[in-house]
Every structure is written in structure tokens, then in C-alpha cells.
């Protein structure tokens, strides 16, 4: 846990999320894919939002951690949607406990 707190790839993550930071160590590029098919298939997501996230990664510099990116990304951009659409009050991580949910279910 103390690694994790130290790593600025996780600053996206908010302490106080309920979620393990160890957690999203084991992420990777097909957590991020079942991400977004999560959200089109349960909560009506356009697909778009994949090229959304495309196009905000690629003005990135190069070398930046894409899981990092893809967990402060999805905590700006999608987090205050599935708040509204959860009817959950705005600081509520959600899109961290989705992260989450993917990784372990995909163990």
C-alpha cells in the first residue's frame, strides 16, 4: 500500500475510493477494453467514447503511463456521468469500483 500512495500513476484515484491502489497494478490495456464495453453494454455508453479516449492518449506525451492517464481520464470525463446516471452523490468513485470490478472479475 505504501508503494502505490508514492506512485503518480494513481493520483487519478481518490484516497478515500474505498479501492485498494494495489488493485490497479495488475490493469492493463484489455482491463481498459472491457471498461468500455462495460459501460456501452450496461449503461448505454456511445462507442465513441473509446475514440474520445483514443484521441486524449495520443496528445499525451510519449513514455506517459496509459493506465494512469486512462484512470484520471475516466475519473474527470466519466465519473460525474455514471454519478448522474447512478443517482449517486458526486463524490462517489465510481469509475474506480468499476476498475476494480473488472480486474478482479477477469483474475
Not at 486524449?56 to 484512470?71: S, V
Request: one cysteine or more; charged letters at 30%; a neutral charge.
Amino acid at each position: 500500500m505504501g508503494q502505490a500512495r508514492k506512485d503518480k500513476r494513481f493520483k487519478g484515484v481518490s484516497p478515500f475510493a474505498d479501492v485498494s491502489p494495489n488493485i490497479f497494478y495488475d490493469m492493463d490495456e484489455v482491463h481498459i477494453q472491457k471498461v468500455f464495453d462495460l459501460l456501452t453494454d450496461r449503461f448505454g455508453f456511445p462507442a465513441e467514447w473509446r475514440k474520445v479516449w483514443k484521441e486524449h492518449l495520443d496528445k499525451q506525451p510519449r513514455g506517459a503511463d496509459e493506465i494512469g492517464l486512462f484512470l484520471e481520464f475516466g475519473t474527470a470525463r466519466i465519473e460525474p456521468i455514471l454519478n448522474a446516471l447512478l443517482l449517486r452523490h458526486s463524490g462517489y468513485s465510481t469509475f474506480a469500483k468499476l476498475c476494480e470490478y473488472i480486474i478482479l472479475h477477469n483474475r
